[in-house]
């Protein structure tokens, strides 16, 4: 009777926190947030605006990051004085103008309403602003969770999407140049 272990005593293991399972804020590479911001139509944008408000209601935090992300245009003002300001508070050494930013980024979305083809070309410059905000998100990462990948990385979906809207920009600009007779 004396070789059973007691059934009442504390673990004898050493507990640990885990790891963070996704890095502080949403950030992707240069690369991915042009190709996926041109293929989608500006969608990637309003994606990408979602997810870090995503980040502020994980926190605790009364808000609706659907709605915040939807209305990207007008919501990024808060979203990316809120990231400088996390920068500032974590060390994290930036020169980022987050209202000058945001207002570039409310213009450049409002020029797609231009004619064409200017208002095609003068848009596809409104990811320009999230890059800018995105190199502080990706600085974030590299501070808060350092053990994790400081961007997503291209998933199945990103590579379909692209592909996809590559495609349809393939088409329009062959529809462009070769309308019918």
Do not use: H
């Not at 209601?57 to 209305?71: C, D, M, V």
Request: one cysteine or more; proline letters at 9%.
């Amino acid at each position: 009777m004396a070789d059973l272990p007691n059934a009442y005593a504390p673990p004898a293991a050493e507990l640990i926190d885990p790891a963070p399972a996704r890095s502080a804020f949403f950030a992707v590479s240069p690369l991915k947030l042009v190709v996926m911001s041109t293929a989608t139509f500006g969608i990637y944008e309003i994606w990408w605006s979602y997810q870090n408000w995503r980040v502020y209601k994980s926190r605790g935090e009364k808000l609706n990051a659907a709605l915040r992300g939807f209305f990207a245009n007008f919501t990024n003002f808060a979203l990316f004085g809120r990231l400088r300001d996390e920068a500032a508070r974590v060390g994290v050494a930036v020169s980022f103008a987050p209202t000058a930013w945001a207002l570039a980024y409310f213009l450049l979305v409002l020029m797609w309403r231009l004619p064409d083809p200017a208002g095609t070309v003068i848009g596809f410059f409104s990811c320009v602003p999230l890059l800018a905000a995105n190199s502080v998100t990706l600085r974030l990462n590299g501070r808060l969770t350092p053990e994790l990948p400081i961007s997503a990385p291209w998933a199945p979906l990103d590579v379909a999407g692209a592909l996809l809207g590559l495609g349809l920009w393939s088409f329009a600009i062959w529809a462009a140049f070769f309308p019918e007779p």
